[in-house]
Each structure stands twice: as structure tokens, then as C-alpha cells.
């Protein structure tokens, strides 16, 4: 019998910070302004190009040699509805709503040509490949299709769910689907007969799975972490609820999710999944969009007809700072035009020093006993190195205006 879990789940109430801030942490670096359609909701990155799958308007082809001037270089009008796009190598993958899926050379990105597509059972939302294997989700479940011939894709399995599948990853002999029933499991050790193993009950908008945890985008109910350690038991380890921002898709490296509502209120927020079990909120931007993914040191979002290129930059410094500094302090601090540290008591410590450092590591102010004003520092990440701890500690801190 398993023991049940308890979670708790941290709700940010942001309402009075939110207003006041465009963005903490996050930098947007570039922005094409012209994509033809209100809604973005697939995008790629790839080799100096960004793809966008812009519903109606089909792929659109965006270099990102530079980041800070994106410009569309090509696009291929696609028959039905670009509602997710897959990007490997010299192919696109579009999951083309009522047109099934769409192979897309991108050989040439001035000139897209399609060489092959496949019919779905349903209107077609998003694709994921691999290992010449696409797995596309539609309104009425999972269609396995081989792409080994890119020119004669063909169907080779299929699982069907009442509920359909609004999100979707791949990650080993598992996908992994979303929708408004919970988080599916489904097996696909054998391809051609994909079968669910397990659920867990939350609104699944948008799936990521990464090592043994799956992320999933909520809608209002916020980023929930799942342990899949246990595919046939998945079980909610951790959340995190924003009351001012929905989460509809989302992206997974290392230890940060970048979350994006949708068309829902909110913007970009990013969140440290260091601990699984406590997720924390450490950057965001007031950057509505659709859709994300990851390339490199760069955030691409899909926007109101535009692709934006961001920059999350809080990761902050390397927290062992020599060889003596061996303890990092987990607490947050948030503070707002003055900082406070704990007295120290003269007679014992005559030398106490400590150092508040910017998200690059360099010295933004010496800081003493009691109150400190920061009001003159920009807002951001900071750190405090307190170089008189018995084992040197660095803690974070969140300067707020």
C-alpha cells in the first residue's frame, strides 16, 4: 500500500509587485515584430534560424544570427493550422491541426519545401521525433508515425484518449501526455502499440520531462512537479501557483522551468527546480506569449505576432567562492530600498565584513550590522558573501523597487 503524499503548494501573490516591474532576471535581446498571425504556437531553433509555427500562416523562418536584429528569411504556407513545430537537422515537423503532419525541408530556409505529410486521426497539436519515430498529439489522443522515410511518413501506431492530448513529451520507453484529465503515461516500448501505464490527475496545458520528473503546465493552477520515477504511480512532489500568471507551455534545462501563458494573463516566468520539491520563482518578464524553447543561452518566444529572443541571466555567481567557502545559505530575502543583517556583537567580532555581489559575481556594495540601504541598486538577483562566517556563506537576495 503506498503512503499517501501531502504537497504543499506555494501561491505567489504578485498582484502589488507586478505592476511595477517589466522583468527581473530576464533581458529581452531581440524581436521580429512582423509574423503575419495573432498566435504562435509551436516554435524551434536550430543553427542560426528560429521556426515558428504561426497557425494559419503556416512556418515561418526567422534568422537569429543575430540575436538582437531576428529577421524572417523565408516561410511555407502550410495547409492547415501550424499548431507545434520539430526542427532536426535539415527537416521541419509540423503538427498542422486538420492537416495532420507536414515534413518541411529546411535545406534551404529562404525556400521551405514540403516533401511529405501524414494524415491523424484529429486535429493535430504538437510533435515531438526521435529516433526516426513522430509522435504527434491531437484531439483524440497519440498517433506514432515513421518519418525513416521522410517522403512517405505512415502510421505505425496509435493510442486513443477521450480527452485528447493538449501537451506532449518523449522520454525514453514513455510518452508522456497532457490534457484536461491529468498526465498520461503511456508506454511506447512497443510503438506500435502505445499503452497507457499510468495518470496523474492535474490539467496537463504543457508537458516537459526531465531526468525522473515531468513539468506541467496548469493553466491557473500553476507549474506541478511529478515524480515519474514510478511510471505506473506518478506522484506531485512540488508546485508552484502564480496568482498574476497562468501556465500553458513551457521548457526544461538544467535546473530552471521557463514558463508562458498562452493567451492567458501573465508573461515569461522562469522558476529553479534545484530542490524538485520547492520550486522558486527568480525571473520573469512581462512578455505575453504563446510558446518557448530553449537554444543555447537564448530564450525564443512566441508572441503576439512577433518572435522575441531573451536572456535569463540570474543563474548568479559560482557560490563557492574559494576554497573556503564550502556553506550556501538556501533562504530567500526579498527587500525593498533597505536591507537588514543581523547584529553582530562588537566585542567578540571588531572586523566583521560582508559584501553584497551583483548576478556576475562583481562587488555592488560593502554592507555592516543592521540596516543597509540598497534603494540606489538596480532591481535583481544579488548575493551575499559573508566573509566572516565560520564556513563562508553565500545567500540570495532579491532586490525589489
Known sequence: MRTPMTVFCLVLLLAGIAPAFDSLNVRLVGRWDSLPNNFSFGVAAQGGHAYVADFGDGLRVISVADPSHPTEVGYYDTPGQADGVVVLGELAYVSDGDSGLRVISVADPVHPTEVGHCATLDYAREVVVVDGLAYVADDSGLTVISVADPAHPS???????????????????????????????????????????????????????????????????????????????????????????????????GDYVYVVPGIQAGGLRVISVTDPTNPVLVGYHYLGANCVVLDGDYIYAGAV???????????????????????????????????????????????????????????AAGLHPGANDVSRLGPGVYFIHDAQAQAQAVRKVIILR
Open 155 to 253: 502510421p505505425v501506431g496509435r493510442y486513443d484518449q477521450r480527452y485528447g492530448a493538449f501537451g506532449l513529451a518523449v522520454a525514453g520507453a514513455y510518452a508522456y501526455l497532457g490534457n484536461d484529465d491529468g498526465l498520461w503515461v503511456i508506454s511506447i516500448a512497443d510503438p506500435t502499440q502505445p499503452t497507457a501505464v499510468g495518470r496523474y490527475a492535474t490539467s496537463g496545458m504543457g508537458v516537459a520531462v526531465q531526468g525522473n520528473y515531468a513539468y506541467v503546465a496548469a493553466g491557473y493552477a500553476g507549474l506541478r512537479v511529478v515524480s515519474v520515477t514510478d511510471p505506473a504511480n506518478p506522484v506531485e512532489v512540488g508546485c508552484l501557483v502564480d496568482s498574476t500568471s497562468a501556465a500553458v507551455r513551457l521548457a526544461v534545462s
Open 305 to 363: 505576432r512577433s518572435l522575441a529572443i531573451l536572456q535569463f541571466y540570474g543563474e548568479g555567481v559560482e557560490e563557492n567562492l574559494d576554497t573556503q567557502a564550502t556553506s550556501v545559505k538556501s533562504g530567500l530575502t526579498v527587500v525593498r530600498g533597505v536591507l537588514v543583517l543581523g547584529a553582530v556583537d562588537s566585542r567578540q567580532n571588531t572586523g566583521y565584513r560582508a559584501e553584497l555581489l551583483d548576478a556576475v559575481g562583481r562587488k
